[in-house]
T-cell receptor, first 117, second 113 residues
């Protein structure tokens, strides 16, 4: 079946630098994308989402970019802090707006973000 | 704290046994989702219940079953356990049946020995 995948399993950045985590998706029917952060021993925590009719969305220190042409999603974290260390997952789904919404989220494999002091 | 409560946090059991994982959704949420997270398969959607009824099925084995009770809590039953069933099992809940609005619990770590 179609799946969401991540390009890099581990990303190491210096504290204070910006981090960019990438994700490729293949299901063209997906119309909603979400980034989750998972810290050790915890469940996935929502970071930011974006609908397919948008190409950029900003939150607090995070920005998600969506390129539907190449089916690529990225998460940018500004001024990375030690507390940002975690595994980051992208996920996709089809929402009720596109006739979906009942298939669960399809997750990528995850990228482990490591912050160097 | 997401408001989704899962018990137990840890569970160790032997192969061939049966276990039940419990999930209490956020107050007011009608949907409950179950996900499995393993090292080789990553996070995978298992099943969704909405207001007591099964709404969607993902990669759930026939040995596994779930239900949602009138008080909206849910249980995931895993039977004839195999070593490969060792994983983190997450429950998520949402107010509607829309998957993208779900919040995750802390998970139950199941170890089959």
């Amino acid at each position: 079946g179609e799946s969401v995948g991540l390009h890099l399993p581990t990303l190491s950045v210096q504290e204070g630098d910006n981090s960019i985590i990438n994700c490729a998706y293949s299901n063209s029917a997906s119309d909603y994308f979400i980034w989750y952060k998972q810290e050790s021993g915890k469940g996935p925590q929502f970071i930011i989402d974006i609908r397919s009719n948008m190409d950029k969305r900003q939150g607090q220190r995070v920005t998600v970019l969506l390129n539907k042409t190449v089916k690529h999603l990225s998460l940018q974290i500004a001024a990375t802090q030690p507390g940002d260390s975690a595994v980051y997952f992208c996920a996709e789904t089809s929402t009720p707006y596109s006739g979906g919404g009942a298939d669960g989220l399809t997750f990528g494999k995850g990228t482990h973000l490591i912050i160097q002091p | 704290d997401s408001g989704v409560t899962q018990t137990p946090k840890h569970l160790i059991t032997a192969t061939g046994q049966r276990v039940t994982l419990r999930c209490s959704p956020r107050s007011g949420d009608l949907s409950v989702y179950w996900y499995q997270q393993s090292l080789d398969q990553g996070l995978q959607f298992l099943i969704q219940y909405y207001n007591g009824e099964e709404r969607a099925k993902g990669n759930i084995l026939e040995r596994f079953s779930a239900q949602q009770f009138p008080d909206l809590h849910s249980e995931l039953n895993l039977s004839s356990l195999e070593l490969g069933d060792s994983a983190l099992y997450f429950c998520a809940s949402s107010a509607t049946w829309a998957t993208h609005e779900a919040f995750f619990g802390q998970g139950t770590r199941l170890t089959v020995v």
